[in-house]
């Protein structure tokens, strides 16, 4: 080798040394890292709760390609170091540029480029596990949402919380918050509360449930899988399964609060869902009666702009693809940036920068102030002069797949149950099955996952009634309408 080139790579090994031992928070703000066929990214702006910059997103895009395409690459892993998978993006940095006009592009460029690593890692050609560890809200959820492997711990909190800052859910949320059963993820979408630990399992945002302890020992059961398939790279996963233990209590937003929340967030504006609300404070059921009257309380707090906007958002995206819902979201991020409402700078400034407590000063401060034809007009209209110019998603490389469905590895849905107990009779009646065989069935199904018995006797106890048929050993059950 000749003297320079003998030189070089002492010098580079020297420098690999260094940034090996220097402490995560002074190195790059993504990480990445191989181990046999395992390649892992992991945010590294700590102190930031691992919020999203544009050089974060720059870093991840080309390495999200390039691993696509290796053959040395058999899992890619989502991490982030911290108290915080990552805690969203750096939003006062996205509004302090929208706020000028010669940085404004920078702002929408932000959204852009988010959006498509999303769709690049929803779409990824290789099995894709997310760690979604401690904080994980909306940035942080768009990198992991759609991933087929996403587990939780018990220190996972969950939250698309952009209505407390004058925004509307992005990142795909209104495709995959949508997958969920009922009307959780019009709540979710609109309150912007959070769920925590097995709660985020439970109600399918998790895909599994492993203690924060067993995370080291699972990746490096994964890291020395040759030619990882899907499915066992489930199983190698539910093996580090966190067990409910006897006196943990129940997760919340199931029983009765669970049939109020879907009959109250299933209307089609705000104003009926407020109504609904306001019925059910007055349920003779307390547990039913608080949960109104807190959630009346929480959404008095919102942008009353954002909750029009997020529940129209919601609403057309039912049956979109994701693609179609994240170009939708990059029209209102855009809107936003270019002044079409005052409250993301109004509440970005209040909750995130300033941390003033209490409710922002939006503009319009009610609901009754702001019209559907506004929202319509200057967020949803291909004309609507905030969409100029509106930036354009680029498309995936080729090799690239179609997203699959973000709900395969997770627990029974509630139409995965609806649809076995009603097919068994012509008339859908549901009288040919017993409760169970209904979870039998499904414990078979899913191999014994961790949590199927919990989560379908949940839905039974909402969804079913009992039936006495001729044979009156058997207890058989038909599902409500």
């Known amino acids: 080798m000749p003297r320079g080139s003998s030189i070089a790579a002492r010098r580079t090994s020297a420098i690999s040394r260094h940034m090996s031992s220097a402490p995560l928070e002074e190195q790059a703000s993504v990480l990445f890292e191989s181990n046999g066929s395992l390649r892992t990214y992991t945010l590294n702006r700590p102190k930031k709760l691992n919020a999203l910059n544009t050089e974060m997103l720059t870093l991840l895009k080309p390495k999200i390609e390039e691993w696509s395409k290796s053959d040395l690459c058999g899992i890619v892993v989502g991490r982030g170091n911290g108290r915080a998978f990552c805690a969203g993006g750096d939003v006062a940095g996205v509004v302090s540029n ?41 940035g942080g959820v768009g990198l992991s949402a759609m991933a087929p492997f996403r587990i939780a711990t018990e220190t996972t909190m969950f939250a698309m919380p952009e209505t407390k800052i004058g925004y509307s859910p992005d990142v795909g949320a209104n495709y995959f918050l949508n997958r969920l059963d009922g009307e959780l993820g019009t709540y979710l979408a609109l309150t912007g509360e959070s769920l925590k630990g097995r709660a985020v399992y439970e109600h399918g945002l998790a895909t599994h449930y492993v203690p924060a302890r067993r995370i080291p020992a699972l990746l490096e059961r994964l890291s020395s899988l040759n030619d990882p398939s899907l499915a066992v790279i489930n199983s190698t996963i539910e093996d580090h399964h966190y067990e409910r233990d006897a006196d943990e209590a129940p997760i919340p937003l199931t029983g009765s609060v669970r049939v109020a929340l879907d009959s109250a967030f299933g209307h089609q504006s705000m104003e009926n869902i407020l109504a609904s609300l306001e019925t059910y404070t007055k349920s003779s059921d307390p547990a039913v009666s608080a949960w109104a009257t807190e959630t009346l309380k929480i959404l008095d707090l919102r942008s009353p702009t954002s909750l029009k906007i997020a529940l129209q958002a919601f609403r057309r995206s039912k049956n979109s693809r994701l693609i179609d819902a994240l170009k939708t979201e990059l029209g209102i991020a855009t809107a936003l940036c270019n002044g079409a409402s005052p409250d993301f700078a109004t509440g970005v400034d209040a909750v995130v920068v300033k941390k003033t407590p209490g409710r922002p000063a939006w503009s319009p401060s009610t609901l009754a102030e702001v019209s559907e034809k506004s929202i319509l007009t200057n967020f949803f209209s291909p004309s609507s002069p905030y969409l100029d110019p509106k930036p354009e998603l680029a498309e995936v490389p080729e090799h690239f797949i179609s997203p699959g ?55 039974l106890d909402r969804k079913t009634e009992p039936e006495k048929g001729a044979n009156e050993q058997n207890q058989w059950i038909r599902w409500k309408h």
């Not at 979604?132 to 909306?138: E, H, P, V």
């Not at 099955?433 to 919990?454: A, C, L, N, Y």
């Open 98 to 138: 929208a706020a000028n006009p010669s940085t404004r592009h920078l702002a929408t460029d932000f959204f852009k480029i988010e959006f498509e690593v999303d769709y690049m890692l929803a779409s990824l050609p290789k099995p894709y596990v997310a760690i979604i560890d401690g904080i994980t809200m909306g």
């Open 405 to 459: 469905d973000p709900m395969r590895f997770s627990l029974p849905t509630q139409e995965d149950v609806r649809h076995y107990v009603m097919q068994d009779t012509p008339s859908g009646g549901g009288l040919a099955v017993s409760r169970d065989q209904v979870i039998k069935h499904f414990e078979q199904k899913t191999h014994g996952k961790g949590g199927v018995r919990e989560k379908v006797s949940e839905i």
